[in-house]
Each structure stands twice: as C-alpha cells, then as structure tokens.
C-alpha cells in the first residue's frame, strides 16, 4: 500500500514539473522522467549503513529515513539520524537542481558517539525500477561486456543484469567517474556520477569510495561504498593483474569520536529514443562536470612534435638489403620492422611527409622513400587479405586485421599526400595498396565474411580513401558493407565495440576507435549524413575511456614526475592501466567538434593530445603503461596495495612516438592546433 501511495503521489508531482526533475514524496527524493517513477531511495530508507564486517563483506545494516525536511534557497535539505550502539550517526542530505535531469546531493554523516565505531561502511544507494537493465561503468564494463564474456569471462568483468549480480569498483579506477544503467523498454536511462574521492578513518592506506551497480529482483540499485568493492560474483576482489583479480579485503571504516564525512554525488535521469544511446547523456555531463579543457598546462604543441620526430629518428634501423625504417623496440635490445599496432613502421610514410615544412629535416625525404619502398616487400596473401607485418631481418612473420588495416590506412594517407606534393615516387607504395585492397576487398564481399569482432573495422577507412584514389567502386561497396555490418551489430549496445587490442580479448577503445575512423571517414569521402551520425555513437564510446579528471596518486613513479591523469584513455576491460593511445584519435574528436558545432570536443581534443607528453625524459623516451589504479601489467605485481601509481617506463615500443606525429599530421590537414 505504501508503494501504491507513493506511486500516485509522484504521478501527481510530476505533472507540475518539466521532462526530468526531482521532487520529494514523504520527505523522500524521487526522480521522474516522461511521467515515468524511475529512480528513488530504496524501501529500506534513504540513509543505509553496516556496522559489521564478515566473510570479506559488510554487513550488520541499519537503515534510517528523513526526520525533518527543509529548504534553504536552492537547496532541499533532509535530516536524521540512526542511533547505534555508543551514540547517533547525524545524516543530512543536501539536494539541489543543476539542470533538467541533473541533481547535485551532498550527503553528510557525523558520529556523535564518545568511542570508535569500527567496522563501519556507509553508502550510498538508489533505486532504478526495471528487470535485467544493462550498465556501462566507463572503461570498465560496457553494457554486460557481452562480447568478452564469450572468450574469456574468467577474466573480465561481466554483468547480465540477474539477481544477485553486482559490478563495484574504486573510484580511481573510473576515467569518466559515473554509473549507467538503460531501460530501452520504458525509454529512459539515469547515471549517478560521483566527485571521487579517498575516505578517513579507513583501515587500509589510500582507500576510496566505490561506485556501481547491484541487481535486485524488479530493480537495479546505484551503489557508491566507503570502500568495498567486487565483481564477476566475488567480494573484496580488485580487477588488479591481466588475467586474474586480487583480493582486497577489509575495506571498512572505524570512526572516530567526531568524525564528519561529506560524499557529493550527481543523479541525473532522463529520456532515450533508442536502445545503446543511453550512456551518451552522461558522457557529455561527466565533460561537463570536470571541464578538462584546459590545455596551457601541459607541454606545447610544438615542443610535442619535435620531441617525438627526435625519437624516432633514434629508432631508425638498417637491417641490411635495403631494409630500413623505424624499429618497434629499444635498439639495444631488438631489432625489428614492425607495421601496425606497437610497430608503426609505417605511420612515418605518412606523417612525416605533412610535417616536413615544420620540421626543416633533410633526412625526411630519404626516410619516407626508403622505408615506405622497403614496407612494400611484405607480400599480401591474395587468400586471406593479411600480409606479414613483422621484419627482423630474417623473416617476415604475423598478420592479422589490427595490424593490416592500420598498415593500409597509413599507405593510403602518404599516397594521398605524396600525390600533392609530388616529391615521392609511389609507384611502389600503390602496388602494394591495390593488392592489399583487392584482396581485403574481396574478403569482406565474400558472402562467407563473418568477423569475429571489430578488429576489421580497420580496413574501413583505408578502403573508403583508396576508393577515391584508384577510382575503384569495389573498394567502396566493401567499405560499405563493413560498416553497415559493425553499426547493426554496435548500435544497440548490445555487445559493444571490442577486439581492436592484440593483447585482450573483449570491449576495448582500440575497437571503437577502428570503428569511429570508419565511420568517419565514411561520411567525409561520401557524405551521406547516417555515417556522422555512426560516427558519434562510436566516438562516444572512445570519449568514455578518456580520463577527464586528476587522479591524486601515492608516492610512486608518477606522483615522482606530479603526473595529471587528465586526457589519458584506459585501454580495456581487461588491462586497466592508462596509455597515450587517445593522441592517434584526438584530431577525429577535433574534426567532430567542428562538424557537429561542438566546441567542448575541439577543447578537450588538444587536452587529450598535450597531456600523453607528460613523463617523457631527457632522451625523449616514454613507457606505455601507467598505473593510476590497483592494476599492473608489470614489475612486481605481488602485492595489490602497492600496485597504484607504478609506472612502467622500460616498454617504450615504437607506437608510442609515431602516433603523436600520425595526430600531429592530421591536425596540420585541419590547419594545426
């Protein structure tokens, strides 16, 4: 009877009130949108606390709702308090509307009591009606991680919305710091986004709140803890190492006599057209929330490019007969020509052609011609479309689409630009693209093409340039259809862009950036306005993985160095440390910003782009993976609470250089940053 009533009373609130606000039934917040009862406090009361902790959980809860209810300008502000054993726990929610849809709340919890009160947790905790709702935790998990979940769901996070299931993780570990959950069926979706946070009083040293999601019988709760976190059906784990989580236990909080804590958070609900387009709301609130635009503090553009063309040219290898180029590794260490992925043998084919004025290097020419011609001997294999992408002066070895399609794409950009120029002979560099075009071509229309994820959106952008440059419709109908495929399969979410990274099997960035290329590419070779608008879901998924706040870190090689974390992309479900990978598609969320009159995109494009400069020494060298969070790849990795704020300096693999220049290029075409 009392939902009944409840129910009827926020019916009749939301009639007075525009398409997404707050309003408060019984001294309890309630957010509504299209008339709809969608998110609140759960029954058990709007403040919920443990005060127990057993078998690597909390537990122990007691549960208190509004006393008093009172309005203080702009603010509502709920009070009351829960008595336990030695004294009251005061609470007090402060409520505010920012905007349609968007709630700020600052949550106060004050011990009263003369003695510690141990093995405490508190939390926050909201409501969303709806059966099997599927979340997206930025960088984390995306709608399920369905796609992971069927190579290897012992090792990423996975989430199908049942009963029982729950995704918590620390707050450090989110890049946009919020939670989504999508009801596609009702037409409304609602994020809580969290000002991150470490908490005092806890047990373990440099220990955050948590944020997440839990799955109930006929809802979904928000969930935001003072420490506790947990995934994939276990309590108290960290998704710390490549291939399997860590424990990490005894999260809870002992509060000392007087002890404040204040927890400030967002709720935001509001409407969807369709199913997979609810995380984009948030993403565009999380940038508006942290405005991570501000450029000026990091190094110069200038300074970035002259820095990298400086340590690629320390790269430059000969390997004997003609074979030369730019090495994947420390020289001193091995010796190989490597295209696509960490190799990038031949993103300078391209790039440095572009930046030659600014760069006044004689030597450029001679590189771009010598290593684009000797890049040419890799023999494509008319059957499958791949062609070996590894040379250490011996053999030729691999192949696969990651690796192909980024190959292509760049022979593609240096013939397009060599054309202009006409300072190259590439007579040799357009051999090698028909045959790889033909035949990746060919592969795609064959009528048995059915790729496993979306590594081979790759070959969209390549094809749609080479279908201009050798007039061949082919190429076009090929690129056509990849991207009609990879738009019905990610569209809806319903299994999200993965498998653009070698070294993970699930939902990575990689793959929604081969896709946001694509698409991309697509609508500026043809313009037909569907392929924007491919483009801004794909894009969006990319922006969820840029880091767009400072995470304070510990004492480590990061903190060593006063690293901001701002701009930075985690690379997957599955390895989540930061890289600079976000630089190679930076001038794409420029270029979108400009075509859809979006300056927040052109703003945090440069941020993305001057910020993965930070850490580079006095030789120009840069590691690739950073360890904002409880996570390693790296190093010693025995102990979870030592993981954060490591560094791994030593893999300085070529990618890490070629893809500020690739960028770097493209932003010139635009006509510089």
Not at 221 to 233: K, L, Q
Request: charged share 25%.
């Amino acid at each position: 009877m009392k939902e009944f009533l409840l129910s009827i009373c926020f019916l009749a609130c939301l009639s007075a009130i525009s398409d997404a606000q707050i309003t408060f039934v019984d001294k309890r917040p309630v957010f509504g949108v299209r008339g709809e009862f969608t998110v609140t406090a759960p029954d058990d009361g709007l403040w919920s606390v443990a005060t127990g902790w057993e078998n690597d959980w909390m537990c122990e809860w007691k549960h208190a709702d509004p006393q008093e209810m009172e309005k203080s300008g702009e603010w509502t502000i709920l009070s009351g308090r829960m008595t336990l054993e030695g004294g009251d726990l005061l609470l007090r929610d402060s409520y505010r509307q920012v905007r349609d849809g968007l709630v700020q709340c600052v949550r106060r919890y004050e011990w009263t009591g003369n003695q510690v009160l141990p093995d405490v947790t508190l939390s926050v905790r909201m409501k969303m009606d709806g059966e099997r709702m599927m979340p997206l935790l930025p960088g984390i998990l995306y709608y399920g991680n369905k796609n992971g979940a069927k190579v290897n769901p012992e090792i990423i996070p996975v989430y199908n919305g049942e009963p029982g299931e729950f995704a918590i993780f620390e707050e450090h570990r989110y890049p946009m710091p919020f939670a989504m959950l999508e009801n596609a069926e009702k037409g409304y979706a609602a994020a809580v986004h969290t000002v991150p946070s470490p908490v005092r009083g806890a047990v373990l040293a440099d220990q955050w709140w948590s944020l997440g999601v839990e799955a109930k019988e006929d809802c979904s709760e928000f969930v935001m803890y003072s420490g506790p976190i947990g995934y994939n059906g276990r309590h108290s784990v960290a998704k710390a190492l490549q291939k399997t989580p860590m424990r990490y236990s005894d999260t809870y909080l002992d509060l000392e006599p007087g002890r404040i804590i204040e927890k400030t958070f967002y709720i935001e609900v509001y409407p969807i057209d369709k199913a997979g387009t609810g995380f984009q709301t948030p993403v565009y609130t999380s940038l508006d929330l942290h405005r991570p635009y501000d450029a000026d503090r990091f190094p110069s553009y200038e300074e970035i490019v002259r820095g990298k063309y400086n340590f690629a040219k320390s790269r430059w290898i000969d390997l004997g007969n003609g074979a030369v180029g730019f090495n994947m590794y420390d020289s001193s260490l091995r010796k190989e020509l490597v295209m696509g992925w960490c190799g990038q043998a031949d993103s300078p084919g391209y790039s440095l052609q572009v930046l030659s004025k600014m760069l006044d290097d004689n030597d450029i020419e001679n590189m771009v011609q010598s290593s684009m011609d000797f890049l040419t001997t890799y023999e494509v294999n008319p059957e499958t479309g791949f062609f070996p992408v590894r040379f250490d002066g011996k053999d030729y070895s691999q192949g696969d689409p990651v690796s192909c399609g980024q190959a292509m794409y760049n022979f593609a950009k240096a013939i397009e630009t060599a054309r202009k120029s006409r300072k190259y002979d590439t007579v040799k560099w357009e051999e090698f693209l028909r045959k790889a075009a033909d035949a990746a071509s060919a592969r795609i229309l064959s009528p048995e093409w059915n790729p496993e994820s979306t590594a081979e959106g790759f070959y969209i952008a390549p094809l749609a340039i080479a279908s201009r440059l050798f007039k061949n419709t082919a190429y076009r109908t090929a690129a056509e259809k990849a991207a009609q495929l990879y738009a019905d399969r990610h569209l809806d979410m319903d299994g999200c862009y993965w498998g653009g990274t070698l070294d993970a099997t699930c939902e990575d960035k990689e793959g929604a950036w081969a896709a946001f290329q694509g698409f991309l590419e697509m609508y500026e070779r043809f313009k037909d306005e569907k392929y924007l608008q491919w483009a801004k879901h794909a894009m969006d998924v990319c922006l969820s993985y840029v880091v767009v706040w400072d995470i304070p870190l510990p004492a480590g090689r990061m903190a060593d160095y006063n690293f901001k974390t701002t701009g930075w992309t985690v690379v997957s479900a599955q390895n989540q440390h930061i890289d600079v990978y976000g630089v190679l598609f930076a001038p794409e969320v420029y270029r979108m910003g400009i075509l859809l009159k979006d300056e927040r995109l052109c703003s945090l494009a440069k941020v993305m782009y001057r910020s993965c400069y930070q850490l580079t020494d006095a030789y120009g060298s840069q590691g690739e993976q950073l360890q904002q969070t409880n996570f390693a790849q790296r190093g010693d990795m025995s102990d979870v609470y030592k993981l954060r704020g490591g560094y791994a300096e030593r893999w300085t693999v070529f990618w890490i250089t070629a893809h500020f220049l690739n960028a770097a290029a493209r932003f010139e075409e635009m006509g510089g940053m």
